[in-house]
């Protein structure tokens, strides 16, 4: 008891020293990453909404609609995206794009490239954009404001014309998605009200898959009476035909441009040449029907009140980004937003769709926009973990839930359709990850622990119709214990044999993870053993040129035994023969998006050994990185900087992960590491917040690397366990622009004012129960990770996850 108060005391006297933001959420910067492929969404979204309402533009990376670039032009404002993706442009259905001045009603320009429209530009070169958490506007150059909420099914949308507007008039487009996939469109207009009901099919983005959507929408004045719309018609292409209420009244084709187009009254006050007329548009989305879309708009926007709805997304995402608090003094105010925007995005997907899912009726929690586990299995659920259990705890619901229906969990989910599978079947490290940390919790949050362990069991054991798609090739890998390179079946495409291997070695570690804990002993034994299945595509022979010393390396392995080769440089940038590994790359050489020098996080000391112990492994980490093998853009590479922990020379992971940040991080608009299509947002969000927090995630584990924060004090509020835990800094000094040198060292942890176990990771437990974690900051390097038993991170082969 006595000791209790103290920690109550010691909590409370730093958090009076410390410089705390109270409304985080007001510093997101929504625009990095928002040009140059960085593919970043920065519209309007609640945490996880169906609903991202936003700018579509011309742009050459138009996957999530949006560009910073000024001087591409804009198409329309539309209802749904995605953020960060590569692959086909996802989503972008339904866009309204406002019209001031056509000369009549059949000749506005209704197509998206006739209609398509500059930003204003502002004085200092910037597109007249601006956005804050749950919000988005633009000045266009037409003159007219647009300005865009959400709720998790409905979109707002206000369209203020000039005040000498005449005759305001909206597009409604139907038809052209981001890839321009439509078919079966309908659409009606009612001619009343100016209520526009449709839908369409379309293609998904990332695999073979269709979806159908379904829209309706309604409009209203901003301080007055609307009315019926003026004039109001059916378009094709650039023809509006007046008084039409149905495309099905034009002659229309396969591909055809279709939507609706309505002209309203202006403003009754606006004959004063001062008040502008302003259109409220409340839009409804349903993957169900229509119906369902003009319920989901009525329900949540039930008075169009835009000013409410913009602030109660703003809450939502403040009390979210407040469960994570900083100290910010002697920080950069750069470092500070970086923080807070990367952990914004962490939250704008997987989308929560629950209730939309046409495919099967269910009362479970529905999640979509899984773009994919393999991208996010690595850091976004462990920082979930942290913060937001209740929804990671719907997501793995909605997981199991497909696997129910589908037979197997999901991979890479978007738009209600199965994209395909990268590296591996990665919700099993998902659901391993969620199991490891909230087992005496799981029945609190609703998830089932057989089911669950059901769900992981098939995803490891019963080959799928289509492992492209979902599950693995389970039948050679059960027999070879790994993924031949020759063999040939019909169920899948014989690419990305060695990745494969990998993540599947990866999954079968989290299960065996989840059978300890279910004291499922043969299990254990069982899913180890295939955990350790890596080794059996390690070549020891083979070597890289520029590399003397570094021997041995992941290869491809025939059925019959023998090893295969690919050279070591393939796919990265000292890759003579320049070849990508890429979903759509001629795959032949077994890996996906990562060279061979590619590593296995659940046992390193068995790498190490495998590489000829501590020294060689540090110069091996040092070659990785200083000839550009590391890739901070590819997933398998993310763990590379922080990998020295393992030789007990944290030190190096501190200045290795800071270099990282400062060459690949900032807050301008092509402030990401997006070199390239693959920084599915939340990965790359997730991963940039983990080095600014000083930590590094094991998921599936109980363990956090541990290393310095870029704040003298940062703390985790966890909801679930109404508990915060606090890391100190004690001798922070700032933090080194370039990454190296500094005060940023761990040289000593404590834990509630106990010496801690090692200065290198924390377990789990300091977490749930709500400790003060002290660090002791030095300048020196050579700092270690202690000297006890349990100082250096766990591994496999060294019974590091032997015990529960
Ligand atoms: C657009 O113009 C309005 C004034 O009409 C101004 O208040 C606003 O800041 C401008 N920019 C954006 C992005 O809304
Ligand atoms: C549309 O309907 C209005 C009202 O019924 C009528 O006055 C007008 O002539 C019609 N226009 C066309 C092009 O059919
Ligand atoms: C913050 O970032 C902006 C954009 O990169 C840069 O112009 C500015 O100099 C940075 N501020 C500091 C203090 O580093
Ligand atoms: C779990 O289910 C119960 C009963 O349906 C419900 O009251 C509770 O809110 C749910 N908890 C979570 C975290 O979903
Ligand atoms: C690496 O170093 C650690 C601690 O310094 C030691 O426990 C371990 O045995 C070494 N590993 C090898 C393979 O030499
Ligand atoms: C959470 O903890 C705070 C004190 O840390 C306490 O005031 C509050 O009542 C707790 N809430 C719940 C729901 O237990
Ligand atoms: C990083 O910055 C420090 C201090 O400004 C400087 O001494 C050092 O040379 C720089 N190092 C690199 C690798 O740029
Ligand atoms: C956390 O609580 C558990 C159970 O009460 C205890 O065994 C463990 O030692 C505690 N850990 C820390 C770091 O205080
Ligand atoms: C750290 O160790 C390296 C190599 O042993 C040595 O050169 C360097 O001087 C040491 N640095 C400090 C600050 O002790």
Not at 656 to 665: G, L, P, T
Request: hydrophobic share 35%.
């Amino acid at each position: 008891m006595e000791k209790f108060l103290f920690y109550l005391i010691t909590l409370s006297i730093c958090a009076a020293n410390a410089a705390v933001l109270q409304n985080p959420a007001s510093i997101v910067n929504l625009f990095i990453g928002t040009t140059d492929g960085g593919n970043v969404f920065p519209g309007a979204t609640i945490p996880h909404g169906l609903i991202k309402v936003g700018m579509d533009t011309e742009s050459s990376h138009p996957q999530a609609g949006y560009d910073s670039n000024p001087f591409v032009p804009v198409t329309g404002f539309s209802q749904m995206h995605d953020s960060g993706t590569g692959g086909g442009v996802p989503l972008s259905n339904f866009k309204i794009f406002p019209l001031d001045s056509c000369s009549s009603f059949a000749e506005c320009p209704t197509d998206i490239f006739s209609r398509a429209t500059q930003r204003k530009i502002r004085a200092d070169g910037t597109a007249d954009d601006s956005a804050s958490p749950g919000y988005f506007a633009s000045n266009l150059s037409t003159g007219i404001r647009v300005e865009l909420t959400a709720t998790r099914r409905a979109a707002l949308h206000r369209y203020t014309f000039p005040a000498s507007s005449k005759h305001p008039r909206l597009v409604v487009d139907l038809t052209n998605d981001g890839g321009t996939s439509s078919t079966n469109p309908t659409m009606t207009i009612d001619p009343a009200s100016g209520r526009i009901i449709g839908g369409a099919e379309f293609a998904a983005s990332f695999g073979p898959g269709r979806y159908s959507v379904f829209t309706c929408m309604d409009f209203k004045g901003d301080g007055y009476t609307l009315g019926s719309p003026t004039e109001f018609g059916a378009y094709l292409g650039s023809s509006p035909i007046k008084n039409t209420t149905n495309i099905n009244q034009l002659y229309f084709g396969f591909g055809s441009e279709l939507g609706g187009l309505l002209t309203f009254a202006p403003n009754p006050k606006s004959s004063n040449g001062k008040t502008p007329s302003t259109i409220l548009a409340r839009v409804g989305v349903s993957f169900i029907s229509t119906t369902q879309a003009c319920q989901n708009a009525a329900s949540e926007l039930p008075d169009f009140d835009f000013e409410k709805t913009r602030q109660t997304s703003f809450n939502e995402w403040n009390e979210l980004l407040s469960r994570i608090q900083v100290d910010t003094t002697g920080v950069d105010q750069n470092t500070t937003v970086l923080l807070y925007s990367s952990l914004y995005r962490t939250h704008i997907s997987p989308a929560d769709y629950t209730g939309e899912n046409p495919k099967w009726t269910s009362t479970e929690p529905y999640y979509d926009s899984l773009y994919c586990n393999w991208d996010t299995y690595r850091t976004l659920y462990p920082l979930y973990s942290l913060h937001d259990p209740v929804t990671f705890s719907r997501i793995v619901r909605g997981m199991i839930n497909i696997q129910q229906h589908e037979g197997w969990l999901p991979e890479c989910r978007g738009a209600t359709a199965q994209n395909f599978i990268q590296g591996g079947s990665n919700a099993d490290p998902i659901l391993g990850e969620f199991f490891v940390k909230f087992n005496e919790h799981a029945a609190a949050l609703n998830v089932s622990a057989s089911d669950l362990y059901t769900a992981l069991l098939a995803d490891a054991e019963v080959q799928p119709p289509n492992w492209d798609l979902q599950g693995r090739q389970a039948n050679v890998w059960k027999s070879l214990g790994y993924i031949p390179s020759d063999v040939w079946e019909p169920s899948g495409t014989n690419t990305k044999q060695v990745s494969r291997t990998l993540e599947h070695a990866f999954g079968d570690f989290a299960i065996s993870q989840v059978a300890q804990i279910l004291g499922k002993a043969d299990d254990v034994v069982k899913y180890q053993k295939r955990a350790s299945n890596f080794n059996n595509v390690w070549d020891p022979s083979i070597t890289v040129p520029g590399g003397p010393g570094v021997k041995g390396m992941m290869q491809p392995r025939l059925a019959n035994g023998q090893f295969g080769f690919t050279d070591p440089r393939h796919c990265s940038i000292n890759d003579p023969t320049s070849s990508t590994c890429f979903l759509d790359a001629h795959n032949t050489d077994g890996f996906y998006e990562a060279s061979p020098l590619v590593y296995v996080p659940q046992d390193t000391a068995k790498l190490i050994a495998l590489q000829g112990g501590n020294q060689s492994f540090v110069s091996r980490l040092d070659f990785i990185i200083d000839q550009g093998y590391f890739d901070v853009s590819d997933e398998p590479s993310q763990q590379i900087p922080y990998m020295y922990h393992y030789a007990n020379k944290p030190g190096l992971s501190t200045q290795r992960s800071r270099q990282v940040i400062a060459e690949h991080f900032d807050v301008t608009p092509d402030g990401l590491p997006g070199n390239d299509v693959t920084c599915m947002s939340g990965a790359m969000a997730s991963y940039a917040f983990f080095y600014l927090a000083g930590m590094y995630p094991l998921p599936a584990t109980k363990q956090y690397l541990l290393s310095s924060p870029y704040f003298p004090q940062i703390s985790f509020f966890n909801p679930l366990f109404n508990s915060t835990t606090t890391i100190k800094a004690n001798g922070f000094k700032g933090n080194p622009k370039n990454g190296t040198g500094g005060t940023v060292f761990v040289q000593s942890v404590k834990v509630n004012g106990q010496p801690y176990k090692s200065n290198c990771y924390l377990d789990w437990d300091v977490f749930t129960n709500g400790s003060l974690v002290e660090l002791q900051l030095t300048s020196n390097i050579n700092v270690t990770c202690g000297t006890g038993p349990n100082a250096l991170p766990p591994s496999l082969s060294t019974g590091g996850y032997s015990k529960p």
